[in-house]
């Protein structure tokens, strides 16, 4: 791969399918499979929903721009990003710059199938149909920088593994 599409980064809304498409994707690849909550999470010694509750979401996307920016620096890894990690410039050009963007997409529907009951997502607590509902909402163009853009809906993990191995090939 060139130096500019080192890594695979996978980035869309929470249900999109990231850490599962990004697990059977590293494999495929021969890659390292990294997924930045769980690298935030061993850093801060705390689950994602703690850090929001103890310190606030504001503290929570400085330690995810020093995870990315940590992360970024090394190669040949599927990184599956948490849904609000695109939100900051400054992490869409560590992204950028890092490897291939890839942004998975998944109806509303498919989403709040796949959260419902998750408590570990802060920001879908509550009445779950309406905060993906309106999230989504104030997300519709977050996810348009990344120069690969997947729908997930109607197809397959493989499938989608397929299409991204391609891409990522072609890359190269
Ligand atoms: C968030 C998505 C989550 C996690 C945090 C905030 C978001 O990751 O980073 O709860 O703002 O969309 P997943 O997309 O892996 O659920």
Same mark, same amino acid.
């Given at each position: ?27 495929? &690849?021969?890659?390292?499979? +990294?997924?930045?909550?769980? @690298?935030? *999470? $061993?850093?801060?010694?705390?689950? /994602? %929903? ?45 992204? &950028?710059?890092?490897?291939? +963007?890839?942004?998975?997409? @998944?109806? *509303? $529907?498919?989403?709040?199938?796949? /959260? %419902? ?45 397929? &299409? ?9």
């Amino acid at each position: 791969m060139s130096t500019a599409n080192k890594n695979v980064i996978l980035v869309g809304f929470m249900g999109s399918g990231k850490t599962t498409v990004g697990k059977r994707l590293a494999h495929a &690849l021969g890659w390292t499979f +990294v997924d930045s909550d769980h @690298a935030i *999470e $061993a850093h801060e010694g705390m689950a /994602v %929903r703690d850090i929001f509750q103890s310190e606030g979401e504001a503290y929570f996307r400085q330690a995810e721009t020093e995870t990315l920016r940590r992360l970024l620096s090394s190669e040949n890894q599927v990184i599956a990003t948490g849904g609000g990690a695109v939100l900051k410039e400054e992490n869409r050009k560590l992204m &950028l710059e890092g490897g291939l +963007v890839v942004a998975l997409k @998944a109806s *509303e $529907a498919t989403v709040v199938k796949r /959260v %419902r009951g998750d408590e570990s997502r802060p920001l879908l607590q509550g009445d779950v149909e309406e905060r993906v509902r309106s999230l989504m909402l104030a997300r519709k163009t977050a996810y348009d920088f990344a120069p690969v853009q997947i729908d997930t809906d109607g197809r397959s993990v493989e499938e989608i593994v397929k &299409l991204i191995a391609e891409k990522t090939a072609n890359a190269v």
